[in-house]
């Protein structure tokens, strides 16, 4: 968290004061909540691990889904591809989140945030 911090503080100018732990379950319903989120899916991701099938192109995922793909690990390229591809889905479910179609349940996610997310404090 200090290399996070530090990197932050670069880049938008101040250190956050709080950080969430995210649980997988609560990201799940989180996106599922916003009516899933359409993503442009770079490659086809199957692994011998029954739990991850994402066909590639433009879908919308679901909360299961989009948790295979932030989470989906390719031996060749590594963690740098995996890191590229969760960032992008982020900003992609942001967007989401910011639709109009989503005001109305400002309440619900915020309810799915408070009890699936833990928020921290920075030590300072």
């Known amino acids: 968290m200090a290399g996070l911090k530090k990197t932050l503080r670069t880049v938008i100018g101040f250190s956050p004061d709080y950080y969430c732990v995210i649980k997988f379950d609560g990201f799940e319903k989180l996106i599922d909540a ?16 029954p739990y991850i099938s994402i066909q590639k192109g433009l879908q919308v995922l679901d909360g299961e889904h989009a948790l295979q793909l932030v989470r989906y690990r390719d031996y060749v390229s590594g963690d740098l591809k995996r890191i590229d591809t969760a960032q992008a889905f982020l900003k992609a479910a942001a967007r989401q989140m910011l639709t109009v179609a989503n005001v109305p349940k400002i309440p619900e996610l915020a309810g799915i945030i408070s009890k699936k997310y833990e928020l921290r404090p920075c030590h300072r």
């Open 34 to 49: 916003i009516g899933g989120v359409e993503f442009d899916v770079q490659q086809t991701m199957k692994k011998s691990d």
